[in-house]
């Protein structure tokens, strides 16, 4: 990237939401204004176990979505029921910070999460009590990044926002004033 660019959301959250949660909250010090620490992706590839080609295309999946080479996840315990061994890879993940985390959610919000059919929101209830959120997408093909022609499967991801917020309340208005369609309790969207 070039050395003067800054990412969007990034300078909409430093000009503008910074403000509008100190306002919402009263914050003492502007060190407590909540801010996003990190994003995880993790991909699940249960399907590895018994053929290890599928993880290649999770791999590539993942690393075409967020820019970022995927870690590979290796299975902690044997379990026979799975036809698990230790050490087989059974999944990816990749953990974004900086501006490649302001540039994923940026596409996340305005262009991957409009192109799932019958989309009504997220829910605002999946906070982990200390201001972080984690939800799951069913395929990857929502992301323009994807060619829908080459993929092998339709894969699922995890994806959590992890936020400097102490509580869920915090979090929430955070994601919110960035632009996560939260749905409300008649299952429409609502927009900050």
Not at 97 to 120: C, H, K, N, S, Y
Not at 133 to 142: A, K, N, S, W
């Amino acid at each position: 990237m070039a050395e003067n660019y800054t990412p969007r959301l990034k300078t909409q959250y430093k000009e503008d939401i910074r403000t509008k949660l100190n306002d919402e909250f009263k914050y003492d010090n502007v060190m407590q204004i909540p801010g996003l620490t990190k994003i995880v992706v993790n991909m699940g590839v249960g399907d590895a176990a018994r053929d290890s080609k599928v993880i290649n295309g999770a791999l590539e999946d993942l690393a075409a979505i967020t820019g970022q080479k995927p870690q590979l996840r290796r299975a902690k315990k044997s379990i026979a029921n799975f036809k698990l061994r230790e050490g087989m890879p059974i999944g990816a993940k990749v953990t974004l910070r900086g501006d490649r985390m302001w540039e994923f959610l940026d596409r996340l919000l305005t262009v991957a999460l409009p192109r799932i059919r019958d989309f009504r929101g997220l829910s605002d209830k999946q906070f982990d009590g200390a201001g972080n959120y984690t939800f799951g997408l069913t395929e990857q093909t929502m992301f323009y990044e994807i060619d829908i022609d080459k993929i092998d499967r339709v894969r699922g991801m995890d994806i959590t926002v992890v936020t400097t917020a102490t509580n869920d309340d915090e979090g929430r208005a955070l994601l919110r004033h960035l632009g996560f369609p939260f749905a409300d309790k008649d299952g429409k969207m609502q927009r900050a």
